[in-house]
């Protein structure tokens, strides 16, 4: 593993800060492939203020990545609208980062060209981009590593790629779909404490999906948890832990930590079941 990164508050960059979200009574339907209408998510409500981190939690297949892709814009709501600072979504979300399970790095890219793509497409001339990118990946303790390419790194430090390639826009939304799901036990822990210190510096608003409860309530001050499918929002949980949370590692072994997070599984469980017993039935 690559050190740990060695930013600091006062490093941060002059955040934008993060925007508004809304969903309001949000419905998706898709066209399954004989043509009829399939119902993925119904009458999703929830907000999320600026600058704060949410995690959406739910069973599989509940329709957590589809309440993603609405609020990026790349999906429409069938019914139901979607706000960011009270503007609806139409089209591509302005001031978005992506941070998905598989990495979005171009293998033939390096780590320095990879990570200055954003500024340079937001019309940043090169060497600019390239300075910023540098000091961004010192950040994420990748200096010396600028010249490599993607495939000749660990998990760990192409994720820190990706985390570095989607901040440096200093994006107003955050938007995370299980970026952490693929990565062994300690380096997801490692990588999920890297996260939350550079989030804190830059207040981005997240929406952060995940199946691990524990990475919920460690990382977010709310968690939304969705019913089976077709998903809607069972109930919404302010996670008061206080900040900065330090080592996630440490956190589990935290009173509150623990407390919080049988609550929200008490809740959870009852869905994941649900969802378990309706695919055991539909494959008998
Ligand atoms: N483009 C699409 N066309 C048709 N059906 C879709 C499409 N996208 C998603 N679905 C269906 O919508 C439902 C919800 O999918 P989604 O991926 O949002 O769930 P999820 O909660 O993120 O699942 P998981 O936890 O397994 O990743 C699923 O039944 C899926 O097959």
Same mark, same amino acid.
């Given at each position: 593993?690559?050190?740990?990164?060695?930013?600091?508050?006062?490093?941060?960059?002059?955040?934008?800060?993060?925007?508004?979200?809304?969903?309001?009574?949000?419905?998706?339907?898709?066209?399954?492939?004989?043509?009829?209408?399939?119902?993925?998510?119904?009458?999703?409500?929830?907000?999320?203020?600026?600058?704060?981190?949410?995690? %959406?939690?739910?069973?599989?297949?509940?329709?957590?990545?589809?309440?993603?892709?609405?609020?990026?814009?790349?999906?429409?709501?069938?019914?139901?609208?979607?706000?960011?600072?009270?503007?609806?979504?139409?089209?591509?979300?302005?001031?978005?980062?992506?941070?998905?399970?598989?990495?979005?790095?171009?293998?033939?890219?390096?780590?320095?060209?990879?990570?200055?793509?954003?500024?340079?497409?937001?019309?940043?001339?090169?060497?600019?981009?390239?300075?910023?990118?540098?000091?961004?990946?010192?950040?994420?303790?990748?200096?010396?590593?600028?010249?490599?390419?993607?495939?000749?790194?660990?998990?760990?430090?192409?994720?820190? %790629?990706?985390?570095?390639?989607?901040?440096?826009?200093?994006?107003?939304?955050?938007?995370?779909?299980?970026?952490?799901?693929?990565?062994?036990?300690?380096?997801?822990?490692?990588?999920?404490?890297?996260?939350?210190?550079?989030?804190?510096?830059?207040?981005?608003? %997240?929406?952060?999906?995940?199946?691990?409860?524990?990475?919920? %309530?460690?990382?977010?001050?709310?968690?939304?948890?969705?019913?089976?499918?077709?998903?809607?929002?069972?109930?919404?949980?302010?996670?008061?832990?206080?900040?900065?949370?330090?080592?996630?590692?440490?956190?589990?072994?935290?009173?509150?930590?623990?407390?919080?997070?049988?609550?929200?599984?008490?809740?959870?469980?009852?869905?994941?079941?649900?969802?378990?017993?309706?695919?055991?039935?539909?494959?008998?």
């Amino acid at each position: 593993m690559a050190s740990k990164p060695n930013a600091t508050a006062g490093e941060a960059s002059a955040a934008l800060g993060g925007a508004r979200i809304e969903l309001d009574g949000v419905t998706k339907r898709f066209l399954d492939p004989a043509g009829h209408a399939f119902t993925a998510i119904k009458d999703v409500t929830f907000g999320v203020e600026p600058g704060r981190f949410c995690a %959406v939690v739910g069973p599989t297949g509940c329709g957590k990545s589809t309440t993603l892709s609405l609020v990026s814009g790349l999906e429409k709501p069938s019914d139901g609208t979607i706000t960011v600072d009270g503007r609806p979504v139409h089209g591509l979300t302005d001031g978005v980062s992506f941070m998905f399970q598989a990495d979005a790095l171009l293998p033939w890219k390096t780590v320095l060209g990879n990570v200055a793509l954003g500024p340079v497409l937001n019309g940043r001339g090169r060497r600019q981009a390239e300075a910023t990118a540098r000091d961004w990946l010192r950040r994420v303790g990748l200096s010396g590593f600028e010249d490599h390419h993607p495939h000749q790194l660990s998990g760990g430090m192409r994720k820190r %790629v990706a985390m570095a390639a989607a901040l440096i826009n200093e994006p107003r939304i955050l938007l995370m779909d299980e970026p952490f799901g693929a990565l062994d036990v300690q380096t997801k822990a490692i990588m999920q404490t890297e996260l939350i210190t550079l989030w804190e510096q830059l207040r981005p608003t %997240v929406v952060f999906i995940t199946h691990d409860l524990d990475e919920a %309530v460690a990382l977010a001050d709310q968690v939304v948890v969705m019913t089976s499918g077709p998903g809607s929002v069972k109930t919404s949980y302010d996670v008061d832990l206080p900040r900065p949370r330090g080592a996630v590692q440490d956190l589990r072994f935290d009173r509150q930590f623990l407390d919080v997070q049988q609550q929200i599984w008490s809740s959870l469980r009852d869905e994941v079941e649900a969802a378990y017993a309706r695919t055991a039935a539909a494959s008998a």
